[in-house]
């Protein structure tokens, strides 16, 4: 445990004298999202009745 914490700091300490370096997660996920205005479920569920 002591092992992977020295890496750690290792790996995130600060590259230049009095900056401070900060990772950011940008990754972008669609979210699925159904609003009561789109017609696509009421599309599906006639296709599925007919």
């Given amino acids: 445990m002591e092992l992977i914490l020295k890496e ?7 590259r230049e004298k009095g ?3 900060e990772s950011v997660d940008t990754t972008v996920q669609g ?3 159904i609003f009561p205005t789109d ?5 599906k569920v006639i296709k ?3």
């Avoid at 017609?39 to 599309?43: C, E, F, Q, R």
């Fill in 48 to 50: 599925n009745i007919g």
């Fill in 8 to 14: 750690n700091i290792r790996i995130n300490k600060p």
């Fill in 39 to 43: 017609d696509k479920p009421s599309k």
């Fill in 31 to 33: 979210k699925s999202i």
């Fill in 19 to 21: 900056g401070n370096v």
